[in-house]
Antibody, heavy 119, light 106 residues
Framework: QVQLQQSGAELVKPGTSVKLSCKAS????????MNWIKQTTGQGLEWIGI????????SYNVKFKGKATLTVDKSSSTAFMQLSSLTPEDSAVYYC????????????WGQGTLVTVSS | DTVLTQSPALAVSPGERVSISCRAS??????MHWYQQKPGQQPKLLIY???NLASGVPARFSGSGSGTDFTLTIDPVEADDTATYFC?????????FGAGTKLELK
């Protein structure tokens, strides 16, 4: 069965960067696009961007360009998201979510990674 | 960005029928999807492309609509359906979500 296992919670200082991981199993990693989604109490759910693990091609929500960088490691079936120049507004739960059969659907979700930005 | 507007909360009794609405600020064709999220859990896909039931989702859930107005219906509601329901569109860039409707059972 499809599983997405995300890395553990992070407590990071403002101005630094953090790299989150999402290890996929139960399917052919390079055959399905991976999305990243931010969830906060105030802003709700926000789509950050998508990566094609086969080609490495990416597309970002313009709001997150320069903030998030999506990459993959095909050898370990793992997707990564690096967040840079962190501020308290970046504190959130971040999910990876694999695309379903229809463009833009999020059929499978990781358990989420809580990022807290605090000095 | 396409803004999706949902009512914030609803309260219903078990066994009743409930409809949750989502209105888009611009047309999204039929590319509206619905998710259920319970506290402390990740969202779960219920309905894709307005009216298609995702795999493993009970037939009590159904979706309808096109263009700008969409509805998720649960009939009959069960106690386990207590959750927040989000709509999400993938017709316009960027993909966007509604703020969610919290469903409580009386």
């Amino acid at each position: 069965q499809v599983q997405l296992q995300q890395s553990g919670a992070e407590l990071v200082k403002p101005g630094t960067s953090v790299k989150l991981s999402c290890k996929a199993s139960g399917y052919t990693f390079t055959s399905n696009h991976m999305n990243w989604i931010k969830q906060t109490t105030g802003q709700g759910l926000e789509w950050i961007g998508i990566i094609n693990p086969g080609s490495g091609g990416t597309s970002y929500n313009v709001k997150f360009k320069g903030k998030a960088t999506l990459t993959v490691d095909k050898s370990s079936s793992t997707a990564f998201m690096q967040l840079s120049s962190l501020t308290p507004e970046d504190s959130a739960v971040y999910y990876c979510a694999r695309r379903g059969g229809i463009r833009g659907t999020f059929a499978y979700w990781g358990q989420g990674t809580l990022v807290t930005v605090s000095s | 960005d396409t803004v999706l507007t949902q009512s914030p909360a609803l309260a219903v009794s078990p066994g009743e029928r409930v409809s949750i609405s989502c209105r888009a600020s611009e047309g999204v064709n039929s590319y509206m999807h619905w998710y259920q999220q319970k506290p402390g859990q990740q969202p779960k896909l219920l309905i894709y492309k307005a009216s298609n039931l995702a795999s493993g989702v009970p037939a009590r859930f159904s979706g309808s609509g096109s263009g700008t107005d969409f509805t998720l219906t649960i009939d009959p509601v069960e106690a386990d359906d207590t959750a927040t329901y989000f709509c999400q569109q993938s017709w316009n860039d960027p993909y966007t979500f509604g703020a969610g409707t919290k469903l409580e059972l009386k």
